[in-house]
């Protein structure tokens, strides 16, 4: 069995990052203009880390499927991003956020990787404001914070209700001064299909033009994935409609190992689903629980309308069960404790699935204005999607699909098990365990992308500067091309009934079934049955109309659920093979007395690494012990 | 609800364009705009048919990728509301709903609905951002910003780069577009030092790329869907002047 080698450094947990910055090896800014680096993916991560190494004089080749930079999803990120800036005088430190991190991601991520994504999250902010990023600020000019889950400190920066999305702009802006300056280069409109592996490094990739239909090759010294993760594997989920895993599951095709795909955030404040015609559900950004209390009737099947329902007569169950955090807890919890209430029989709306999420008493202590001024877009948002008005009317949410902690495995350099192949922000698995706490993946993107990526990817290319440069008439590229053709005539032969839509539909409600909040073995069994069943299904009755000689989404979509089928199988695996309940992980059969997660940390304290054998055969498992050296491994308590 | 559509149908960049006809018999005032069109491309795929190319992505009014004209208004006839936010309730059965892609001459039809948006990524190039490489920023609370400011700021830059202020002006405009960027830095102390310059590129790059002049109609402030205000153009004419001076300045030494 391969040893997983994470390549953590030498000394004590603060001093990690400082040694190994000490120890790599640089290249000359002569030598970078010698250097071709391919960025797929234009979100925070991808981003800020093509700005950051088209300063530094390196060649960068950026691609993303949309038309422009500036729509990747981290666009949609709502409520702020998290830094150990300790302005408020609350006694917060870099330890004490990676120590929030360690504990909300319960025991399940690498120490070393999140003390440094702590170590970097003040310089992300100083970054972010010279850019010109308006964060929310105080009467007296200075930045204010808010505070989110599972911390008991305010260290939250943010943008009204739009932070993702000016953090976004922050690092296009990089981005688009770069693309003038002709460091980077542009290719929006490109959906990568093939990494290109020559030699055991990864040399390039092969892409489809969406407006073409071409394909087309690009060679590089190293190739960097910033695509995000696979949420939309539920179909129903917080993401964009195009985002998918289908890119790193390229990847994992062609041998890098996935890592924990099982480990899946479903965000407890969602708009419920309405109506079966739903094609994606809209988050309700967690730092709304600042100041909105989550309750429940207390009878069941209380059909009164709120107003009507007396302060005595409400069960706001997470200041009941978690007194010490209150509504505050971190998303997993508060996620399974709504569906357990709505499983119960108390869920309202007209469902059932759904809780309250009420802002009448921070209105009557605050006024209107002040919860205006915080949460104002994301009141408009709400009102709009659902046509109530929840200055008057309490918020109904319901947990869905959001984040994935789980992506491809790297060391700490954010290098894949493909030397040469490096994965940043949301398509790598390192730095939130089990469960990923709220405000902390802009803060991960960015640190991946300007402060990280660029001094690690450096140290890798140092010793490639000798190496030859590979053409794109190369036979890896030829059989590359090849495999991205097949794969898409696969999909336009078959000619059956089913639209891709359908498929994707039907998957989606297999996964949220069998691999959402709760998981057992039986129902694993069951829907990897189910998964495999469906995708016979899809390779003999998938229709695709049009030409493949220009835009075609329906194929595009194709494509990514193809991907999605393999995806399933390794999340479900992953599922069945960690016989404990940790973080967003929830098994059944493993849970204490009061209904929480019991982990089991003799035998499940490690990353598992998937290796791909081929399709349909069961992927080949590799350890990652994790080590706690600096913290305490214990129980997670939020009570 | 029973719809007729007209949709604009365009195999190509290069291919003419026509409006096709379509009655969409299923749909339903729970869905918004764009599941509506999914239904509508369902049936064109039953049917052996090429389904409608449109731009969308997140589908909740952020991203900026859905574009399109519903009944001659940009994101259709509710006030700031992108497409994908749009809700069939908007419509009665029956109707007839006419959708076609943006209509600018720096907006070339890429298929069906899809549009050419390059020119705003040629814009942004010319001056969108602060001169300051990764690694060189002081601490962020040296500066302080007056809440005021910040808040002005925000709301400027709360801009999603749909191309609806393009659309809705008859000149083909992209002053809102730009006055936006513009208008965030200029609020702020980190952006001001290149305010001027800043002003004059994007707007010379905007000349350059064929988009109209602005005659203060206010016809973008009216169909802008995040509700950016014409304020902030006045705030480019003035960062405008000040680019002027600077660059006659530099001319004349």
């Known amino acids: 069995m391969t040893i997983l080698n994470s390549k953590i450094p030498q000394g004590s947990l603060s001093q990690k990052w400082t040694n190994h910055k000490n120890a790599m090896k640089l290249v000359s800014p002569a030598n970078k203009k010698k250097l071709d680096i391919i960025m797929v993916g234009t979100g925070v991560a991808g981003a800020s880390a093509a700005a950051s190494l088209g300063e530094l004089g390196y060649n960068v080749k950026v ?16 409520g702020g991003i998290n830094a150990a800036k300790n302005y408020r005088n609350d006694n917060d430190s870099n330890y004490r956020l990676f ?13 070393a990787n999140v003390y440094r994504a702590a170590e970097v999250s003040n310089a992300i902010i100083d970054q972010l404001v ?8 105080e009467y007296g000019g200075h930045l204010t914070t808010r505070s989110f889950g599972g911390v008991q400190v305010s260290r939250t920066f943010y943008a009204s209700g739009i932070t993702g999305q000016q953090v976004l702009l922050g690092s296009y802006a990089a981005l688009k001064r770069q693309a ?10 490109r959906q990568m299909l093939e990494i290109v592996v020559k030699d055991g490094k990864a040399r390039g990739i092969v892409c489809r033009n969406l407006v073409t239909g071409q394909m087309e090759r690009y060679s590089a010294n190293a190739v960097v994935l910033a695509t995000g993760g696979y949420g939309t594997i539920f179909f129903l989920s917080t993401l964009a409609v195009n985002s998918s895993g289908a890119a790193a599951y390229a990847a994992y095709k062609k041998g890098a190992f996935f890592a924990n795909p099982s480990f899946i955030q479903i965000h407890p404040s969602c708009i419920p689903q309405m109506n079966e015609y739903q094609s994606k559900l809209t988050l309700m950004s967690e730092s709304l629980r600042n100041d909105g209390r989550v309750w429940v009737p207390k009878d069941k099947g209380d059909k ?21 955090f209150g509504n505050l807890v971190p998303r997993d919890i508060a996620s399974r404790a709504a569906k357990e209430r709505c499983d119960a029989g108390y869920g309202v709306g007209e469902t059932g699935f759904a809780v309250y999420l009420d802002f009448s008493d921070a209105i009557k202590a605050q006024g209107e204005k002040m919860i205006k001024n915080k949460y104002g ?8 999607i659902t046509g109530e008005d929840p200055y008057k009317v309490p918020m109904k949410i319901y947990p869905a699909g959001h984040y994935t902690m789980g992506g491809l495995w790297v060391d700490y350099n954010l290098m894949t098990t493909i030397p040469g192949l490096f994965a940043i922000g949301e398509a790598n698995f390192s730095d939130h365990g ?19 990526l660029p001094y690690t990817i450096g140290n890798y290319l140092a010793d490639e500067i000798k190496t030859k440069k590979l053409t794109t008439d190369d036979q890896a590229f030829d059989i590359a091309e090849k495999e991205a053709k097949e794969r898409i005539q696969r999909l336009m032969n078959i000619k059956g009934n089913t639209s891709a839509l359908a498929f994707h539909r039907a998957l989606g409600k297999i996964m949220w079934d069998h691999a959402g909040m709760t998981r057992s073995e039986e129902g694993i069994k069951e829907g990897l049955k189910k998964v495999d069943d469906l995708e016979d299904r899809f390779y003999k009755d998938l229709k695709i109309t049009g030409t493949t000689d220009s835009m075609n989404q329906p194929m595009e979509r194709a494509l990514r659920v193809a991907a999605n089928f393999e995806i399933s199988r390794l999340m479900l695996r992953d599922a069945m093979n960690r016989k404990e309940s940790c973080g967003a992980h929830f098994r059944e059969e493993h849970q204490t007395e009061e209904g929480e997660t019991l982990r089991n940390d003799r035998d499940y304290s490690y ?9 349909r055969k069961e992927p080949k498992l590799h350890k990652e012990e994790l080590k706690f050296e600096a913290v305490e491994v214990s129980q997670r308590s939020y009570k | 609800m029973k719809l007729t559509l007209k949709v604009w149908r365009q195999h190509s960049p290069k291919d003419k364009g026509r409006f096709e006809e379509y009655i969409l018999q299923n749909a339903s005032s729970d869905m918004t705009f764009l599941e509506m069109l999914d239904a509508l491309n369902e049936q064109l795929i039953s049917q052996d048919k090429d389904p409608v190319a449109f731009e969308h992505d997140c589908r909740e009014g952020i991203c900026g990728c859905c574009a399109m004209m519903i009944n001659g208004r940009p994101h259709g006839p509710n006030a700031e509301t992108t497409t994908c936010q749009l809700n069939m309730k908007a419509f009665k059965d029956n109707d007839t709903i006419v959708i076609e892609p943006w209509r600018a001459r720096s907006f070339p039809v890429i298929k069906d609905l899809v549009v050419d948006r390059q020119a705003f990524e040629k814009i942004m190039e010319a001056g969108g951002f602060v001169h300051m490489d990764t690694g060189s920023a002081p601490e962020a609370n040296t500066l302080a910003v007056p809440k005021g400011k910040a808040d002005e700021a925000i709301e400027a830059a709360s801009c999603i780069g749909c191309g609806a202020c393009v659309a809705a002006c008859k000149n083909a405009s992209a002053m809102l577009f730009v006055a936006a960027k513009v208008s965030q830095y200029a609020l702020l102390p980190q952006g001001k030092p290149e305010g001027g310059k800043r002003a004059w590129n994007m707007v010379a790059k905007m000349d350059e790329l064929g988009f109209g002049s602005c005659t203060n109609t206010g016809a973008c402030e009216v169909e802008c869907p995040k509700g950016i205000s014409l304020a902030h153009i006045a705030r480019l004419n003035r960062e405008f002047i000040k680019g002027g001076f600077i660059t006659l300045v530099a001319e004349e030494e």
């Open chain 1, 63 to 78: 691609f993303c499927y949309q038309d422009s930079p500036r729509r990747a999803h981290s666009v949609a990120a709502q």
């Open chain 1, 99 to 111: 120590h929030d991190m360690i504990k909300g991601g319960d025991f399940r991520a690498r120490e």
């Open chain 1, 130 to 137: 010279a850019q010109g990023v308006p964060f929310a600020r």
């Open chain 1, 180 to 189: 003038a300056k002709g460091s980077v280069e542009m290719y929006e409109r």
């Open chain 1, 304 to 324: 009164r309308s709120p107003d009507q329902i007396p302060e005595e007569e409400r069960d706001y169950y997470l200041e009941r069960r978690y007194p010490a």
């Open chain 1, 377 to 384: 877009n994301l009141f408009d948002l709400y009102g709009k």
């Open chain 1, 434 to 452: 089990a469960n990923r706490l709220g405000a902390s993946s802009l803060m991960q993107g960015c640190g991946d992308g300007y402060f990280i």
């Open chain 1, 607 to 615: 990353v598992a690494a998937w290796e791909y054998l081929g399709e």
